[in-house]
């Protein structure tokens, strides 16, 4: 079965640093992958996804994540973050033989300071 | 369209007593899902369905059964709630790849 790592548990930046947040996956196939997000006390939005084509995926809210398949990564990143992008962050993984169920991640909690 | 909901928001348990948790969705969506939500833990799959009358199970069944009477409805039931249950439950929906969630429901069981 495949996994889904998160390294960064928690991370915490001031406002305009830029963000890198990381994403392992094991499973050896084709995958889709996902980035959602979760707003304190709200539902988990999609950020972003990749199915196939540019490695390089832009989301919403300047939000975007490379996928390398070399290294079984997709990791999200943001040039400049904000104080409304505290949230928890959590990539998912659908492997071709897995029909549509997604392999969630740990999550990454992430603070902005102001 | 309303998306994914759930009812209810907020339930508080007494180990042993049986709940249902009904998630709806407008979307005409085949596949749904139920999830459980722990710290650290990311999101963990219960049971799932692919269709109206399907069920499947996920990573994480013990202790929980689903129906899919209805293509739009999707319930879980805990049958003999326990402590461990103590989670926030979260449903999704999909046509194919993307998922939809639903706003959650807390569920304390003391």
């Known amino acids: 079965a495949q996994s889904v790592s998160q390294h960064n548990h928690h991370v915490i930046l001031s406002e305009a640093a830029s963000l890198e947040l990381g994403c392992n996956y094991s499973y050896g196939g084709t995958v889709n992958l996902f980035w959602y997000v979760q707003y304190p006390g709200q539902h988990l939005q999609l950020l972003l996804k990749?199915?196939?084509?540019?490695?390089l995926v832009k989301g919403i809210k300047g939000f975007e994540a490379e996928f390398i398949k070399s290294k079984f990564s997709f990791n999200l990143r943001k040039p400049s973050v904000q104080w409304s992008d505290t949230a928890e962050y959590f990539c998912?993984?659908?492997?071709?033989?897995?029909?549509?169920?997604?392999?969630f991640g740990g999550g990454t909690r992430l603070m902005v300071k102001p | 369209n309303a998306g994914v909901t759930q009812t209810p928001k907020f339930r508080v348990l007494k180990t042993g007593q049986s709940m249902t948790l009904l998630c709806a969705q407008d979307m005409n969506h085949e596949y749904m899902y139920w999830y459980r939500q722990d710290p650290g833990m990311g999101l963990r799959l219960i049971h799932y369905?692919?269709?109206?009358?399907?069920?499947a199970k996920g990573e994480v069944p013990d202790g929980y059964n689903v129906s899919r009477l209805k293509k739009q409805n999707f319930l879980l039931g805990l049958e003999s709630a326990a402590p461990s249950q103590t989670s926030v439950y979260f449903c999704?929906?999909?046509?194919?790849?993307?998922?939809?969630f639903g706003p959650g429901t807390r569920l304390t069981v003391l």
């Open positions: 999704a929906s999909s046509l194919v790849n993307e998922q939809f």
């Open positions: 998912a993984v659908n492997a071709n033989n897995a029909g549509n169920m997604l392999t």
């Open positions: 369905s692919v269709g109206e009358g399907t069920t």
């Open positions: 990749y199915f196939s084509g540019d490695p």
